[in-house]
């Protein structure tokens, strides 16, 4: 088995506040994580060089023979064939970035101290090859690519759990159910792309799905609930109202009623009931989104684009997002009316303003949250948090202007 070693860029914080909370491979695009697509295509372990902060969490493993793959990129057919082809001291390019390399021990041990590791031979690739996620929103724009995509791969040789009988199947070939899934009467359309359930997943009855579709394993689909193509509902997630071209990366819930589409929600979230998105400007021109590394609004060329919502964030009942809003880690959105369109991490309010979750609260709800799907908060993480609570401060306004008591 291979040694793969994913690499974060400078452009890591591009893709803020998602990449708070973990290396950029271990976002997930399609049906899969990134790191999770690498591994299953090069037969490898993989690991991370990423911030310093990160790396109790994400630790890096250094053998004899490492292959290197920026952790942003997402797999083709072709990359994948180039990186096996790797030669020991070989690297592919692309307008003279490193893409992908082959190093001896040796060679990577001085690449961490940015010292010169020596004849590097590099190959320039075809930028027709190379897809990277670079933004945010590339995450819901290449959704549906990348769930066809991960479904030939994990599907591949393998016979589908029968589809039941009281399932209204469209295109039933282009359905693949796991083990131990449950799929009580609903609607399944794979007319314009597959649909795959995980296992030990539940689509409810009443609920209307069209592909392409990926529900992870442990994931649920509420009654009467209403999904559009290009959606990820990741692993242990609760879905109900109606949602598209969205990307639920993990252990987050939208049980109830209300409408999101063209997003991405982070882990540990949870929207409250008609907690809706708007993902379309009324003049349908393109949408501008916040940009962490510019600290300014960004053009994204799209004219749907909805909410990036960092890990362990919660809303109230009711709360409406404003087509492109950026929200960071662990805040508390709540209240009548449409809040700004960047909310700093660590934020507790709404329209009437904001003042900061106070950290020893953040974790205090973090630990009762995970302990309800029987996980423990580790000190790990608590040091992540605790960094991003620190690092976020420079965003929140309010206690630059705050009266000392």
């Known amino acids: 088995m291979r040694n793969l070693i994913l690499f ?28 999770e697509k690498w591994s299953l295509q090069l037969d490898a372990q993989a690991s991370y060089v990423t911030q310093e902060y990160l790396t109790d969490k994400y630790p ?31 690297a592919l390019l692309l307008d003279d970035e490193l893409i992908a390399a082959r190093l001896e021990r040796a060679q990577f041990d ?45 599907t591949r040789n393998r016979q589908s759990a029968p589809i039941p009988d009281h399932v209204i199947a469209i295109c039933p070939e ?7 899934a449950t799929v009580l009467p609903c609607t399944l359309n794979a007319t314009d792309g597959p649909i795959y359930i995980g296992k030990g997943s539940t689509i409810m009855e009443g609920a209307m799905v069209r592909g392409p579709f990926a529900l992870c394993t442990g994931a649920t689909v509420k009654m009467g609930t209403k999904i559009y193509g290009g959606t990820t509902i990741g692993p242990h997630c609760k879905a109900g109202g109606e949602i598209s ?37 009324n003049t349908y021109q393109a949408v501008r989104l916040w940009n962490y590394g510019t600290s300014g609004f960004d053009t994204t060329g799209l004219q749907f684009c909805g909410l990036i919502m960092g ?10 997002f404003n087509t492109g809003t950026v929200v960071g880690v662990a805040s508390n959105i709540f209240g009548t009316g449409f809040p700004r369109n960047f909310i700093p991490s660590f934020s507790w309010g709404g329209t009437s303003g904001f003042k900061t979750y106070e950290f ?46």
Request: charged share 25%; hydrophobic share 40%.
């Open 245 to 281: 071209a969205s990307v639920f990366l993990g252990y987050s819930n939208k049980s109830h009623d209300g409408y999101l589409g063209n997003s991405v929600i982070g882990e540990w979230c949870n929207l409250g009931a008609q907690t809706n998105v708007s993902n379309m400007k």
């Open 174 to 180: 282009q359905i693949f159910i796991e083990p131990e």
């Open 60 to 90: 890096i493993r250094i053998e004899e023979d490492n292959f290197l793959v920026n952790g942003m990129v997402m797999p083709s057919d072709t990359l994948v064939r180039l990186v096996r082809q790797l030669d020991p001291g070989e």
């Open 311 to 320: 890990d362990h964030t919660k809303t109230g009942i009711n709360t409406m």
């Open 360 to 405: 020893e609260k953040v974790i205090e709800t973090a630990t009762a949250v995970l302990a309800r799907r029987n996980r423990e908060l580790t000190p790990e993480e608590i040091v992540i948090l605790r960094h991003i609570f620190e690092e976020s401060a420079a965003f929140r306004s309010w206690e630059k202007t705050a009266t000392p008591s």
């Open 8 to 35: 974060d860029t400078d452009e890591w914080r591009q893709l803020l506040p998602l990449t708070y909370t973990r290396p950029a491979a271990e976002l997930r695009c399609g049906i899969l994580r990134l790191r």
């Open 110 to 154: 001085k690449l961490l101290n940015n010292d010169d590791i020596g004849d590097l031979r590099g190959y320039e690739l075809d930028p027709t090859d190379v897809t990277i996620i670079s933004k945010p929103w590339h995450l819901f724009e290449y959704n549906a690519a990348a769930i066809a995509s991960d479904y030939q791969l994990l």
